[in-house]
């Protein structure tokens, strides 16, 4: 699996959780994102920082309440997670664009390398 993703697990609305996702020299390269798919939906974007954790770009749906960063000594992006709601109940990836990206982008066919995905789930 080119990207390890973990810490979804379940909480009550209004809750927090941490995910992480850890890459490698191959696939930790340039813009990193997180994705999320609900059963029976599509996948939508969370979220997305650049290579310098300069740039970032959230879902409006997320926006202030989600924070992702990044470690590229330990090659991982990470998603923390505030005020938890139920409708944010999905199945969280992370993903990596090929090295030569340098804008972001929110669709999911900018980015090359997948994670095995972690669930989330927040009761009402």
């Known amino acids: 699996v080119p990207l390890q993703a973990c810490g979804g697990g379940f909480v009550q609305a209004g809750g927090s959780l941490r995910l992480s996702c850890a890459g490698s020299?191959?696939?930790?390269?340039?813009?990193m994102g997180w994705f999320r798919q609900a059963p029976g939906k599509g996948r939508e974007f969370v979220a997305a920082?650049?290579?310098?954790?300069?740039?970032?770009r959230y879902a409006d749906s997320v926006k202030d309440r989600f924070t992702i960063s990044r470690d590229n000594a330990k090659k991982t992006v990470y998603l923390q997670m505030n005020s938890l709601k139920p409708e944010d109940t999905a199945a969280y990836y992370c993903?990596?664009?090929?090295?030569?990206?340098?804008?972001?982008?929110?669709?999911?066919?900018?980015?090359?390398?997948w994670g095995q995905g972690t669930q989330v789930t927040v009761s009402s």
């Open positions: 920082i650049s290579w310098n954790g300069g740039t970032l």
């Open positions: 020299d191959r696939t930790f390269n340039s813009i």
């Open positions: 993903a990596a664009t090929p090295s030569r990206v340098t804008v972001i982008s929110s669709t999911p066919a900018s980015y090359t390398f």
